[in-house]
């Protein structure tokens, strides 16, 4: 059974920083790529970035040059690093795995950790 387990959330001033962690377990198959949603109170869930096996990364415009994704193959791991935090970045954070299983891809959850960014 595959579980995401997320840490690092939490309550930060506007500027400041977080790392977001992600770990799965139970992961069987190829890992084709691992990212991070956010969702806000009354808004839909977002994509936030990605990242492939071989470290591509994707981010959207509103945390480009702000926030870093990153992982570790070894450990099935991918990390968040929040730099520069606003206010309009307080939401639910979500990470997700894409476990690719000879061909057909299975998408995995994580639980989600709060962010808060507030003075």
């Known amino acids: 059974q595959v579980q995401l387990v997320e840490s690092g959330g939490g309550l930060v001033q506007p500027g400041g920083s977080l790392r977001l962690s992600c770990a799965a377990s139970g992961i069987r198959f190829i890992i084709d790529s691992m990212g991070w949603y956010r969702q806000a109170p009354g808004k839909q869930r977002d994509l936030v970035a990605t990242?492939?096996?071989?470290?591509?990364?994707d981010y959207a415009d509103s945390v480009k040059g702000r926030f870093t994704i990153s992982r570790d193959n070894a450990k099935d791991t991918v990390f968040l690093q929040m730099n520069s935090l606003k206010p309009e970045d307080t939401a639910d954070y979500y990470c997700v795995t894409h476990e690719n299983r000879l061909g057909t891809v299975y998408d995995y959850w994580g639980q989600g950790t709060q962010v808060t960014v507030s003075s």
């Open positions: 990242i492939t096996s071989t470290g591509r990364t």
